[in-house]
Every structure is written in structure tokens, then in C-alpha cells.
């Protein structure tokens, strides 16, 4: 039983440097792992992923999951933040362009994107991530916004990418090795 992890508070929305957030989100991955540790079920997973990357990612406005609900379809799954789209068509915005190409998009300005789509005007920055299953079969994205532009660098992206990796595809939780 997990009582969420350990990281100094940070209020919502701060955009800390780069080397920072990195070693704040190296903090939080060992004890990420260790909350999921033996869990399958996927909300349940994508549910605590979204409450704890939350908390690990302030300068997040927007964190969660849209799964993948037909060939070219998205359907939004567990997060924290303002409500966004019901439905994503895998033609459409970051979050398409993540499933469609089934590679993570590191948008530093949304406005530079073409077909971004605006659920927060607020939302200057994204990351997207693909989440695979483990036959390899795309099942969701991770898509995390920021207010901030440049919210998220590359290093946040890989440790992130290996996140999921090991949670949906790899043997779960555990120490984090
Ligand atoms: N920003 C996303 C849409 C989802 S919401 O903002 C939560 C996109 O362009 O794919």
C-alpha cells in the first residue's frame, strides 16, 4: 500500500531549470515503481502514473493519459488537471501526431504545431508519449502540457519513456533498476 512519494513541495505551475526538474524526476522514478510494483491492471496504472507525475511535474498543467480506443482513435483516460477533450483522432493535435507516428513529440511551443489543439489557451509547451503493451501494440499516450514554454526538456522525455517502458511493457515496478 503506497501513501504517494516523497519530493519537496513545489507550487503548481513552477517551472524549475532543467538540470533540476531532471534530478526531481530521478528522485520520484524509484518510488513511481515501487507505488505500481506488481499491478497490471492499465487505469489502474495510467490513474497513479497521472496522481504521481502530477505531483513530481509541477510545472505540469495538464497530465494524463488518452487511450487508445480504435484503429485511429483516442479516448481520454485518468488525469489531473482542467478537463480536456473527450476524443482525439489520431489525425489530430500532439496527442495524434504521438499515435499516429508512435514516437514521443517534444512540442517547446504549441503554437509552432500545426493542429494543436487548444483545450487550455493557457498551454504553451507539450510532451507526448507513446504507450505500448507488451506485444508492442500502441494502447495510449501520455500527454503532459505546461503554461510554460520549453516546459520539458529531452532527458525528461527519455527517463519518462523509460517510465512507461518498464511499467507497460517491462516487468512493472519493483526497485526502479
Ligand atoms: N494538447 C493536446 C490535446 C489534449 S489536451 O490539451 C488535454 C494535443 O494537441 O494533442
Known amino acids: 500500500m503506497s501513501e504517494g512519494i516523497f519530493l519537496p513541495k513545489l507550487e503548481r505551475g513552477t517551472l524549475l531549470p532543467p538540470s533540476e526538474r531532471v534530478a526531481r524526476l530521478k528522485d520520484?522514478?524509484?518510488?513511481?515503481?515501487?507505488a505500481v510494483a506488481g499491478e497490471r491492471d492499465e487505469i489502474a496504472l495510467e490513474?497513479?502514473?497521472?496522481?504521481?507525475l502530477w505531483e513530481t511535474?509541477?510545472?505540469?498543467?495538464?497530465?494524463?493519459?488518452?487511450?487508445?480506443?480504435?484503429?485511429?482513435?483516442?479516448?481520454?483516460?485518468?488525469?489531473?488537471?482542467?478537463?480536456?477533450?473527450?476524443?482525439?483522432?489520431?489525425?489530430?493535435?500532439?496527442?495524434?501526431?504521438?499515435?499516429?507516428?508512435?514516437?514521443?513529440?517534444?512540442?517547446?511551443?504549441?503554437?509552432?504545431?500545426?493542429?494543436?489543439?487548444?483545450?487550455?489557451?493557457?498551454?504553451?509547451?507539450?510532451l507526448v508519449l507513446p504507450v505500448f503493451d507488451r506485444a508492442g501494440w500502441l494502447i495510449a499516450v501520455l500527454d503532459l502540457d505546461c503554461a510554460s514554454l520549453d516546459g520539458f526538456c529531452r532527458e525528461e522525455a527519455e527517463l519518462l519513456q523509460a517510465l512507461l517502458y518498464k511499467v507497460f511493457e517491462g516487468s512493472g515496478g519493483g526497485t526502479g533498476s
Open 47 to 52: 490513474a497513479t502514473l497521472a496522481c504521481l
Open 28 to 34: 520520484a522514478l524509484p518510488q513511481i515503481l515501487a
Open 57 to 126: 511535474l509541477a510545472q505540469a498543467n495538464w497530465c494524463g493519459f488518452y487511450r487508445r480506443v480504435a484503429e485511429d482513435e483516442l479516448a481520454v483516460g485518468p488525469y489531473q488537471g482542467g478537463m480536456g477533450c473527450l476524443r482525439i483522432s489520431f489525425d489530430r493535435g500532439v496527442c495524434g501526431a504521438c499515435a499516429r507516428t508512435q514516437t514521443l513529440q517534444l512540442v517547446p511551443d504549441v503554437h509552432a504545431f500545426p493542429g494543436h489543439i487548444s483545450c487550455d489557451d493557457a498551454t504553451r509547451s507539450e
